[in-house]
């Protein structure tokens, strides 16, 4: 896979419309040049109508940080497939870590919601990734076999061509603490055939497999060097255009 893909996750941020609006200035200048990677930015989805309307005809697409599994009905807060696909989205984030810590997201959950956005034809970016006492324990590989087998069952067919991985080490995210390459590429080239075993080789070569936790632009080309990192899904990094850019640049020239 050649082509790299760099999804920015703003989380809760920015405070208000304008800040966000400006930030996509600043993105879209700076972005301009890059015409080799794949770019995405998954804004909070207050936000999600306006930026994917700012954003339309060039090269950054847009996604969101969660969606509900059911289309419509008495589920208060939660934001829908088709809200978000009308909304000029073509991605969603689906069981990001903070989303399994802080709002009780499992594997099942993650398992509906990946139907819910391809039945919407929305590019899901699954998240998965060890916390650091399942590293130290040294069972992180058994906690992401089971997030990705159990998030995937039993739909193999449709996922091909429609699935984007995301591996962040829950001790990497927000924390300054990088995983290194040889670590991010272990676990890269672990999902790879953890994908070909439980699935198809087919979805195990067409599934981009991000690395995320504290991606910058200093440690962007290092990772991407590696065989089975195809890109990144970035937060704190992804809030400055500067050093959005830089990384996205970082990707370009590995394409
Ligand atoms: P970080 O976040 O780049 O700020 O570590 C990554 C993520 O949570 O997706």
């Not at 969603?92 to 039945?119: C, D, M, P, W």
């Not at 992180?140 to 089971?146: A, F, L, N, P, T």
């Not at 990088?178 to 790879?192: D, G, L, N, V, W």
């Amino acid at each position: 896979m050649s082509k790299k893909f760099i999804a920015g996750n703003w989380k809760l941020n920015p405070d208000t419309g304008e800040q966000a609006i400006e930030l996509c200035w600043q993105l879209k200048i700076a972005l301009a040049p890059f015409v080799k990677v794949k770019i995405a930015v998954c804004p909070p989805s207050i936000v999600l109508p306006m930026i994917a309307e700012f954003f339309k005809g060039t090269n950054v697409a847009v996604g969101a940080q969660d969606i509900y599994w059911e289309d419509a009905g008495a589920f208060t807060g939660e934001i829908s497939g088709p809200m978000i696909k009308s909304a000029g989205c073509s991605h969603v984030i689906i069981g990001h870590s903070e989303r399994r810590q802080y709002f009780g997201e499992t594997n099942q959950t993650v398992h509906k919601k990946i139907n819910a956005a391809l039945r919407h034809n929305l590019l899901p970016i699954v998240c998965v990734g060890e916390t650091l006492e399942q590293r130290e324990s040294s069972v992180m590989k058994d906690i992401v076999r089971e997030q990705i087998v159990e998030a995937l069952s039993g739909m193999q067919d449709i996922l091909l061509g429609n699935l984007v991985i995301a591996y962040e080490p829950v001790w990497a995210i927000g924390t300054g603490k990088t995983a290194t390459p040889e670590q991010a590429q272990e676990m890269h080239r672990f999902i790879r055939e953890l994908l070909t075993e439980n699935f198809s080789e087919s979805l195990s070569e067409t599934t981009p497999i991000l690395y995320g936790g504290s991606v910058k632009a200093d440690n962007a080309a290092e990772l991407f060097s590696q065989p089975d990192i195809d890109g990144a899904l970035v937060g704190g990094a992804s809030l400055k255009a500067d050093s959005f850019a830089a990384i996205v640049k970082s990707g370009e020239e590995l394409s």
